[in-house]
């Protein structure tokens, strides 16, 4: 605290107690704004995986709304408790970006009890990245979605953060630039999955996927009065999903050492989800997207165990399992396709061939891939020719298949695409 107080003071920030709270640090009364709210410490990660806990912060978050007779935002992590806790209480959610700390190749973030020194460069491409393409940088340099078209978002040093001052620096010309040029509204602070529930009723129902998915999965099968259960994997510990279904079973036991290869694994090995299935008597299993759900094998595996299985057949997944099969079906059926590649790319020479057909930018993808992973936006030759392998070496070891193919990145199609889903049965 002291060292944030510092800090602030030493840029010019002005530092006070809030005439209704303690003035525990001997700050001095003033009259302040609070705007927005946002949990801090041990609050914040406990608030992050806690629907209850959330909840009694956004009731503090409405009790200063009604004092100062303005609508105060909340700010915290997407897709935990501190979203899922604004939107049911109608409180405007800002999601919090860290610059100093990483984020798993599934989009969690990474909380390590002390912040290692960051490089300007890195923190310099991050946020730009954020903020132009709504996208954050994994740690394997790989680009996913950040939100659902936020049009605010928190960034967050932290003060500890080796060189946090030129971080700072860097983050807020960043941050300023992008206002001027985009007209939008980000914010910066010195000092936010996946999901995969299970599900019953005398019967038993399970999801693997991310974010908000499994969450209205369990919402959902409770209201039918179903049992629900959930998997996760160390980095998916705060994830909403874990706290909201009746039971929560980790994927890695004992005091095995985590890491990005191990959770990505463990969520790939069929026969011991199949096992956890059936030792909870598990009867349905929602398969989501991304990982095994778009597995033809783990399918049928589930389907001849006895478990119903609450997706595509078997037979039709491995029919469009693979993107640039799926393209070539489309195609043939007169469906207007994104300009792309033919087929898997075998070479970054292949690639690169591609894409200067294409034309950049262009996005180089996993054909095995699902929920946004084994994606990478590529501006140029350079990039391209630098991402290739990785991209390829990383698609591997999450989908068992290192193919990969090139489509022609539309930046703003979020903002105006249309998406059909075609259901049959």
């Known amino acids: 605290m002291d060292k ?24 001095g009364r ?12 041990a609050l914040y990660a406990q608030t992050a995986r806690s629907l209850p806990l959330a909840r009694a912060v956004v009731g503090v978050t409405k009790l200063f709304s009604r004092e100062q007779d303005k609508d105060i935002s909340l700010v915290g992590l997407p897709g935990t ?3 899922a806790s604004a939107e049911e209480a109608g409180v405007k959610f800002i999601p919090e970006w860290f ?18 020194a960051v490089s300007l460069d890195a923190v310099r491409e991050k946020a730009y ?14 680009y996913i979605p950040f939100g659902d078209n936020f049009a605010e978002v928190t960034i967050c040093v932290h003060c500890d953060t080796p060189g946090v001052v030129e971080i700072a620096r860097v983050v807020r010309d960043i941050v300023d630039e992008s206002n001027r040029s985009a007209g939008t509204s980000f914010r910066f602070v010195k000092g936010a999955h996946r999901a995969r529930p299970l599900c019953t009723r005398a019967r038993r129902s399970w999801s693997q996927t991310e974010g908000e998915i499994p969450v209205r999965i369990i919402r959902t099968a409770k209201q039918l009065g179903i049992r629900t ?61 991304g990982f095994l759900p778009e597995n033809a094998e783990f399918a049928s595996l589930i389907v001849n165990s006895g478990i119903t299985w609450l997706g595509p057949h078997p037979d039709l997944i491995q029919k469009i399992v693979l993107k640039h099969e799926s393209r070539a079906i489309a195609a043939q059926a007169g469906i207007p396709i994104v300009p792309g590649s033919n087929g898997v790319l075998d070479s970054t020479s292949e690639a690169l061939e591609a894409a200067e057909h294409v034309g950049y930018p262009v996005i180089l993808k996993a054909t095995a891939g699902g929920g946004g992973i084994g994606m990478i936006v590529c501006d140029d030759e350079a990039m391209l020719q630098a991402k ?32 059909v889903q075609v259901w049959g049965l």
Do not use: W
């Not at 944030?4 to 700050?27: E, I, R, T």
């Open 4 to 27: 944030s107080v510092a800090l602030a003071k030493a840029s010019n920030v002005q530092v006070g107690a809030h005439p209704s709270l303690p003035d525990l640090q001997g700050f």
């Open 129 to 142: 990245r954020l903020l132009k393409y709504r996208q954050i940088t994994t740690t394997n340099g790989s």
């Open 388 to 419: 290739f392998l990785a991209t390829q070496t990383n698609a591997k070891a999450l989908f068992g298949t290192e193919g990969l193919f090139i489509e022609k990145y539309i930046p703003a199609a979020r903002h105006d695409h249309i998406e």
């Open 229 to 289: 259960f959930a998997i996760y994997t160390p980095s998916d510990a705060l994830s909403l999903h874990v706290s909201l279904a009746d039971k929560a079973i980790p994927l890695i036991q004992g005091t095995i050492k985590s890491s990005a290869e191990i959770e990505s694994q463990a969520y790939l090995e069929g026969q011991g989800i199949l096992a956890i299935c059936l030792d909870n008597e598990v009867t349905m299993l929602h398969p989501g997207y």
């Open 99 to 116: 610059a100093d700390l990483e984020y798993s190749l599934e989009g969690n973030l990474i909380i390590t009890r002390k912040h290692p």
């Open 81 to 83: 408790a501190h979203q």
């Open 30 to 41: 003033r009259e302040m704004s609070i705007e927005p709210i946002k949990p801090h410490g």
